[in-house]
């Protein structure tokens, strides 16, 4: 089955430690993103990749960081300078880079601190 | 910039009653429009998109949506629900030019009452 996979589900994050969420899709899509969900808002853009070895920062990358070195990868990488990483994170890919196109999106890791 | 507002965060509403989710997007340049369901601990899933032509779109699971241009809605609504149906539903845009990002709106959190 095609689709998009993220891990861990839940991860535990602590002061001053940097974690990596992972997102792999076998989709064959070239566009990937990272979304960060908070209770009662609307999903927020951290980073998108348009295609390998390319990404550009979204509405909220700061303490984020990501690298794209194979297609069907796009790993999130929640550094120790963001202070509030408690959040829902969802990775999605589309076929392009366009207004047009679906976006399919992930189950989801979910980022508590201890 | 591109912004969206669904006004309603919680909508109750008992089985096989019809349903209305509303939209309002705000935009300086034309956008397509889209409604995704989000169940609980999972990703984001496309219910419909309005890209160009008849303003009446028809989606999954018995979904359709409206875009009107002149009042800024693209409003979601069912005939009858389900228990299943039990879900968080976003509204989103993008514009047709430019970065071509998705701008989320907060949700609604439709609660189907047996």
């Known amino acids: 089955d095609g689709g998009i996979t993220q891990s861990p589900k839940y991860l535990f994050r602590k002061e001053g430690q940097n974690v990596t969420l992972s997102c792999e899709q076998n989709?064959?899509?070239?566009?990937m993103y990272w979304y960060r969900q908070d209770p009662g808002q609307g999903l927020r853009l951290i980073y998108y990749s348009q295609i390998v070895n390319d990404f550009q920062k979204g509405d909220i990358a700061e303490g984020y960081s990501v690298s794209r070195e194979k297609k069907e990868s796009f790993p999130l990488t929640v550094t120790s300078a963001q202070k509030n990483p408690t959040a829902f994170y969802l990775c999605?890919?589309?076929?392009?880079?366009?207004?047009?196109?679906?976006?399919?999106f992930g189950p989801g890791t979910r980022l508590l601190v201890l | 910039a591109q912004s969206v507002t669904q006004l309603d965060s919680q909508v109750p509403v008992f089985e096989e009653a019809p349903v209305e989710l509303r939209c309002n997007y705000s935009?300086?340049?034309?956008?397509?429009l889209f409604w995704y369901v989000q169940y609980p601990n999972q990703g984001l899933q496309l219910l419909l998109k309005y890209l160009s032509g008849s303003t009446l779109v028809k989606g999954i699971n018995g979904f359709e949506a409206e875009f009107n241009k002149s009042q800024t809605s693209f409003h979601l609504r069912k005939p009858s629900v389900h228990i299943s149906d039990t879900a968080e539903y976003f509204c989103?845009?993008?514009?047709?030019?430019?970065?071509?990002?998705?701008?989320f709106g907060t949700g609604t959190r439709l609660t189907v009452i047996p």
């Open positions: 999605a890919s589309s076929d392009a880079r366009g207004a047009r196109e679906t976006q399919y």
């Open positions: 935009s300086s340049v034309s956008v397509y």
């Open positions: 989709l064959n899509h070239d566009a």
């Open positions: 989103a845009v993008s514009a047709l030019t430019g970065a071509n990002n998705l701008f």
